[in-house]
T-cell receptor, first 113, second 111 residues
Framework: SQKIEQNSEALNIQEGKTATLTCNYT??????LQWYRQDPGRGPVFLLLIRENEKEKRKERLKVTFDTTLKQSLFHITASQPADSATYLCALGSSGGYQKVTFGTGTKLQVIP | SQTIHQWPATLVQPVGSPLSLECTVE??????LYWYRQAAGRGLQLLFY??????ISSEVPQNLSASRPQDRQFILSSKKLLLSDSGFYLC??????????FGSGTRLTVV
């Protein structure tokens, strides 16, 4: 069955450093991958989408890579700030439209001042 | 701009009682609408999705049902709640070139 793995342990990082979160998947050939940010008690907020034919995408301090051979996506936050502290979810979607995606369980990031 | 409204924010209901959660979207027409549930420490589980009025697809057979009486209204219901129905319920919609836009969620506790 399809499986998405994100590091279930929290990631603690010093302010100003680059945070790198990992999303691995098995038994899946996604057409695209998304990253979301979720704060406690709130709904996830969409950050970035990267398609299977794209290797890298950037948005301000965010960078996402997508390696369909390794079946892995890396999510980087450069010059991290305490305000970046949140849980980050990856989600994989199949071709045929943006109708359904499968979400990972998320990784909690804590940026320490 | 598009907005999504979801209510109530929190709800405490006894076992066996009915449930009705409502979600409305503004600023778009014919959106794809979704109901997700997030249990503590677990990922988002897709419950229902709808591509149009009266069109509901169920992902997980369970104690819940969904309806879409209007283009921008999506309702999640249950006739009799179970303890296992407790969780964080999220409504969402998708556009053409963006990811999901989620509502603020409803924290349901069944006691």
């Amino acid at each position: 069955s399809q499986k998405i793995e994100q590091n279930s342990e929290a990631l603690n990082i010093q302010e100003g450093k680059t945070a790198t979160l990992t999303c691995n998947y098995t038994n899946y050939s996604p057409a695209y991958l998304q990253w979301y940010r979720q704060d406690p008690g709130r709904g996830p907020v969409f950050l970035l989408l990267i398609r299977e034919n794209e290797k890298e995408k950037r948005k301000e301090r965010l960078k996402v890579t997508f390696d369909t051979t390794l079946k892995q996506s890396l999510f980087h936050i450069t010059a991290s700030q305490p305000a970046d502290s949140a849980t980050y979810l990856c989600a994989l979607g199949s071709s045929g439209g943006y109708q359904k995606v499968t979400f990972g369980t998320g990784t909690k990031l804590q940026v320490i001042p | 701009s598009q907005t999504i409204h979801q209510w109530p924010a929190t709800l405490v209901q006894p076992v066996g009682s009915p449930l009705s959660l409502e979600c409305t979207v503004e600023g778009t027409s014919n959106p794809n609408l979704y109901w997700y549930r997030q249990a503590a420490g677990r990922g988002l589980q897709l419950l229902f999705y709808s591509v149009g009025i009266g069109q509901i697809s169920s992902e997980v057979p369970q104690n819940l049902s969904a309806s879409r009486p209007q283009d921008r209204q999506f309702i999640l219901s249950s006739k009799k709640l179970l303890l296992s129905d407790s969780g964080f319920y999220l409504c969402a919609w998708t556009g053409q070139n963006y990811g999901y836009t989620f509502g603020s969620g409803t924290r349901l506790t069944v006691v």
